[in-house]
């Protein structure tokens, strides 16, 4: 543990693997950009929703594997933990939110069929009964292509 920390250790719990914290509120360990990163998934009557912290910077991250994050301590692990977010974003179409995208408090990740919505109203929920094959898309917009270079930060 850090000197920093060290006046409070005898009254942290860490953790290396997702623990529910209180009913409704599990933290879930997203090590990559920095150490300590946490997702937190919140519950309530079979609704969830992913708080992203510091894991997302870019919607590019979650719709590209090609594209990195410049300021990652362990790049490998964090572009593991971001392909594992948008996987099951993309899956389950639960609400996220990121902290760096600006104007966006809540979100959903869906494969186009023109089901996404934005902010805080309640949104309909993907139709995953067929693929599409319109590409990602985040609020109902197409994912625009980007440039070849990859990095970001």
């Not at 000197?3 to 250790?9: F, S």
């Amino acid at each position: 543990m850090s000197e920093a920390l060290a006046p409070v250790e005898t009254q942290l719990e860490t953790f290396d693997e997702e623990v529910e914290l209180f009913p409704g509120l599990r933290a879930r360990p997203a090590p990559g950009h920095t150490p300590g990163s946490t997702v937190f998934v919140l519950s309530d009557a079979g609704e969830r929703a992913l708080l992203l912290g510091d894991v997302v910077h870019t919607v590019n991250e979650l719709t590209d594997p090609e594209w990195e994050g410049m300021f990652d301590v362990d790049r490998e692990a964090a572009n593991a933990i971001r392909a594992r977010i948008a996987d099951e974003l993309a899956a389950t179409g639960d609400p996220f939110a990121p902290a760096h995208l600006p104007g966006l408090s809540f979100g959903r990740l869906v494969t186009a069929d023109g089901l996404a919505s934005s902010g805080s109203r309640a949104a309909p929920r993907p139709d995953r009964s067929r693929p599409s094959a319109q590409g990602p898309r985040v609020h109902d917009r197409p994912v625009r292509e980007r440039p070849r270079s990859r990095r970001c930060g």
